[in-house]
């Protein structure tokens, strides 16, 4: 089964989170200091490109492992696997960039990796705690982390904070 507007999906979703992640994580002085700001830019060529590995991966795992052997019907993947996969490629292409020449900060180099946990998160029905967080901001900062793996990360966290009866966001 073809998902024909899959990948315009993952794109529309990515620029809603790119949204709120300017309004909400770019804005914090403890990330990015404010003169920095103007020279934080996104590259939407990468992040499209980002958003369409995103939906080629999905597609041959939906192929794969989402079909029935007695009927051949195929199902959309979970929202975890967006998660995972969609939070991957963020992290990998790193679609966020600064104007060369401009002093920066620890925060301001992981910018990519909090914006691909921006992106997990998103798919996520409850807050993560904040060791989950840095983690999280770790690993795609710092490992090339797996698709698969990290769609089993979305659905373990969500599940076990389910279990706990955390807030949902």
């Known amino acids: 089964m073809k998902l024909p507007s899959e990948a315009q999906y993952l794109s529309d979703h990515v620029a809603e989170v790119w949204e709120d992640f300017r309004d909400r994580v770019l804005s914090n002085p403890k990330i990015v200091e404010p003169k920095l700001l103007p020279h934080v830019h996104l590259n939407k060529r990468i992040l499209v490109e980002a958003c369409g ?7 041959r795992m939906i192929n794969f492992h989402n079909q029935d052997p007695v009927s051949g019907a195929q199902s959309s993947p979970a929202f975890y696997k967006f998660a995972g996969f969609l939070s991957r490629w963020i992290a990998k292409t790193r679609p966020i960039y600064i104007d060369d020449g401009h002093p920066l900060t620890k925060s301001a180099l992981k910018l990519n990796a909090y914006f691909a946990l921006w992106v997990f998160r998103s798919y996520l029905s409850y807050e993560l705690p904040t060791d989950i967080l840095s983690g999280l901001v770790y ?3 710092f490992r090339d982390v ?11 966290i969500d599940h076990c904070l389910n279990a706990d ?5």
Do not use: C, I, P
């Open 139 to 141: 690993s795609f900062h």
């Open 53 to 59: 590995h995103a939906h080629v991966d999905l597609q």
């Open 146 to 156: 797996r698709s698969e793996t990290m769609a089993m990360v979305a659905y373990t």
């Open 165 to 169: 009866g955390v807030r949902r966001t």
